[in-house]
């Protein structure tokens, strides 16, 4: 099974930015889903952004479009999803997690997903 670690988070004032990493045991599996998600305190996880990694082909939630870039470097086995403009109300536990096989994005919004990380923290502060 693979096996994801994810570092990066931190503490960051509001309109700040973060670039959180996952990386990936062996190798990135090719034609298989990845996502981020994060879980604040007291409420349900969300997905954040997806990718299909066979194409790059990405998806994101309505509320980090446009401030959120998620990619991959397959040369070193790494996850990454940038952070801008970050909101008081996003500081959460941030996962990375590997899904089921597709080839765009869109399929990955929606996937469940089997194997996660254990996180890393992002607090942001107003």
């Known amino acids: 099974q693979v096996q994801l670690v994810e570092s990066g988070g931190g503490s960051v004032q509001a309109g700040g930015s973060l670039n959180l990493s996952c990386t990936v045991s062996?190798?990135?599996?090719?034609?298989?889903?990845m996502g981020w998600f994060r879980q604040a305190p007291g409420k349900e996880r969300e997905g954040v952004a997806f990718?299909?990694?066979?194409?790059?082909?990405?998806a994101y939630a309505d509320s980090v479009k446009g401030r959120f870039t998620i990619y991959q470097d397959n040369a070193k086995n790494t996850l990454y999803l940038q952070m801008n403009s970050l909101k008081p109300e996003e500081s959460a536990m941030y996962y990375c997690?590997?899904?089921?096989?597709?080839?765009?994005?869109?399929?990955?919004?929606?996937?469940?997903?089997?194997?996660w990380g254990e996180g890393t923290k992002v607090t942001v502060s107003s």
């Open positions: 062996g190798y990135i599996h090719n034609r298989y889903c």
């Open positions: 997690a590997e899904g089921p096989k597709a080839t765009w994005g869109g399929r990955c919004r929606t996937a469940h997903y089997n194997s």
């Open positions: 990718i299909a990694t066979i194409y790059g082909s990405t």
